[in-house]
């Protein structure tokens, strides 16, 4: 039996490079970022939708306002504030050549606070970056910086934190700086998952891939199997006084005693973080929200973190042959777990045929590649994907809402790593409503999801970085505006803030404008609640207040809001 055969052989053409470990990461230098014990949500480098989790989430009990700290004496060289993302954020640079970053804060302190807000003034704008100068805001180890919360793209609240490389910016494991969180706990192996690999390979018959249960005491079955096989394992960690599922440090694979794959996540660069879905097992994530780990390579996948591997991982299993597999997993406190099985080769079952359904053309992953035909135009870039596709197609009927068929290009389940050009061939475009037309896709739930396009002649185009279902809309419904605590005519001079909802259909919200008698007035913008908040400060007048918001999506449609209030 060959060694290695298919498309596997382009694998010995890749560079097996790794980042060095964290032998420079000081245990005493920092102080806590908060002054409650450290009890994690999320663990660094943990496998998160599209990317790698870029640091630690520390619970605050539950609630907002828990005082924040700078952990070490530097300067504030950057802030960013955004209703999506690390919501309100700082990074604090310090002079052993560290950054740390907070996100999802509540507030600032007053000197951050009163540097921020003139600079949304000055540009009126809510969301905003900026870059101070080391003489700006200078900080004190251990001086209060900002308030904890749950801005941003946080699902509750929590204080998010990272250590990074401040000449690479690249995030480091925090878990190596010697912050006090306790951990005895071992990780945890749900299941491992068994891959075949070529045309011939099978697992017990068939040549689908098979998930494997791991019982308490990972007494698992042996697995019949032949050919080239792939081994995956879903796997999570706990630490002391959480139950949230955090992701593990390191991964080994042996085969007969012989480690043929490890990964371990030190750092990464923020440039290399979409390779999680080479990394991951993408289909079993989209159809059946499970995160495995695969512990071979795809084609191109450049993550930094494997070392030690042989043959990219992919094993060989003759006829009549028996391999004495081992996981072992750890992590980074040196918890471990380990996972025996066996693979017993069987002959392989040259009755398996490939499902080739509905493909169109084959695409080297490594090459440019297009798709062309009366309706759709579909380009790649080269590296588009992360192993050779076969590129299905599919035209469907219109559904309600469409101005055109609907267009299934390859499905969720297959990652794209690089954006990519859709075109769609209208053949009735809606005389004057030209400005109004996008192209949508279709989401797990079957409702629309905003792409975007520009249209030119009878074609629209668009970049978009997934497969799916798309097709071509009218957005001709303006944003919808609901007042929460004002009214015409209402005296609001009892009560701190204004607060309005704000929403819309399609193609989402692009902008908003606020004002009071004409001047422009800042509105905090929280998106995940589609909440827009006035808080009353020095800009906001005494008096009658002409208050208007004017809030337009990304087609142009446009709708506001007027009421006269008094304070």
């Known amino acids: 039996m060959k060694r290695l055969s298919y498309t596997l052989l382009a ?24 002054d409650i014990p450290l009890l994690l949500s999320g663990s660094f480098g943990e496998l998160r939708s599209n990317h790698f989790h870029s640091g630690i989430d520390i619970k605050t009990q539950g609630v907002e306002g828990k005082k924040v ?13 955004s209703a999506r993302g690390y919501g309100n954020a700082l990074y604090i640079n310090h002079p052993n050549g560290f950054t740390t970053v907070y996100g999802h804060l509540k507030s600032y302190n007053t000197d951050i606070a009163e540097y921020v807000k ?18 700006a805001l200078p900080v004190k180890k251990g001086d209060v910086i900002a308030l904890s919360g749950n801005s941003g793209g946080s699902g509750g ?19 190596q700086f010697g912050f006090d969180i306790k951990d005895n706990i071992p990780p945890t192996v749900k299941s491992v998952v068994v891959y075949p690999l070529e045309k011939y390979s099978h697992v017990n018959h068939g040549n689908s891939k098979m998930f494997i249960s791991v019982p308490r005491g990972n007494e698992t079955k042996g697995v019949e199997c032949s050919g080239l096989i792939g081994l995956g394992i879903e796997t999570y960690d706990q630490l002391n006084g959480a139950n949230n599922h955090n992701g593990v440090y ?26 999680i879905n080479a990394h991951i097992d993408y289909a079993a994530k989209v159809k059946k929200n499970k ?36 996981f072992v997993v750890k992590d980074v406190h ?15 079952n040259y009755n398996i045929q490939p499902d080739t359904a509905g493909i169109v053309k084959k695409m080297p992953h490594h090459k440019s590649n297009f798709f062309v035909n009366d309706e759709v135009e579909v380009r790649f870039p080269e590296y588009a994907f992360y192993d050779d596709l076969g590129f299905k197609f599919k035209a469907l009927p219109a559904r309600e809402g469409t101005i055109c068929p609907v267009y299934a290009l390859q499905d969720l389940s297959v990652p794209v790593h690089k954006y990519y050009s859709l075109s769609i061939v209208l053949s009735d475009i809606p005389e004057g409503k030209e400005d109004k037309l996008l192209i949508v896709s279709y989401d797990k739930r079957g409702e629309p999801v905003a792409e975007g396009g520009t249209l030119r002649g009878n074609k629209i185009t668009t970049k978009t970085r997934s497969f799916g279902e798309y097709t071509v809309m009218l957005d001709e419904t303006p944003p919808k505006i609901n007042p929460f605590n004002i009214s015409d005519g209402k005296n609001v001079g009892s009560q701190g803030s ?11 919200i692009e902008t908003y404008r606020g004002t009071i008698n004409d001047k422009w007035v800042l509105m905090e913008y929280d998106a995940k609640n589609n909440l827009l908040t006035h808080t009353f400060d020095e800009n906001t007048p005494i008096g009658d207040l002409n208050f208007k918001l004017v809030v337009s999506d990304e087609r142009g449609n446009t709708n506001s809001y007027k009421a006269k209030l008094s304070r």
Do not use: M, W
Request: net charge negative; proline share 6%; hydrophobic share 35%.
């Open 11 to 34: 694998f010995l053409s890749i560079a097996n490079v790794t980042f060095a470990q964290l032998d420079n990461a000081p245990k005493d230098y920092f102080r806590s970022p908060l």
């Open 69 to 81: 700290y700078a952990v070490a004496d530097g300067y504030i060289s950057r802030i960013k504030v």
């Open 118 to 135: 003139k600079a949304q003034y000055e540009k009126e704008s809510f969301e905003i970056e900026l870059f101070p100068t080391a003489d």
């Open 157 to 175: 609240p929590h204080l998010h934190f990272e250590i990074r490389d401040t000449k690479t910016e690249h995030p480091l494991n925090v878990l």
């Open 250 to 275: 390191s991964v080994d694979l042996y085969a007969n005693g012989k480690r043929i794959y490890h990964s371990q996540i030190d750092q990464f660069a923020f440039n290399e973080t979409r390779y």
């Open 291 to 326: 995160t495995v780990q695969r512990c071979f390579l795809s084609s191109h996948n450049r993550l930094p973190f494997y070392s030690g591997i042989i043959d990219y991982g992919v094993i060989p299993v003759a006829p009549d042959s028996l391999i004495k597999i081992e």
């Open 334 to 348: 040196g918890n471990t777990q380990n996972v025996p099985f066996e693979l017993r080769g069987k002959k392989p």
């Open 498 to 508: 204004i607060s309005l909802t704000i929403s819309d259909e399609l193609s989402g």
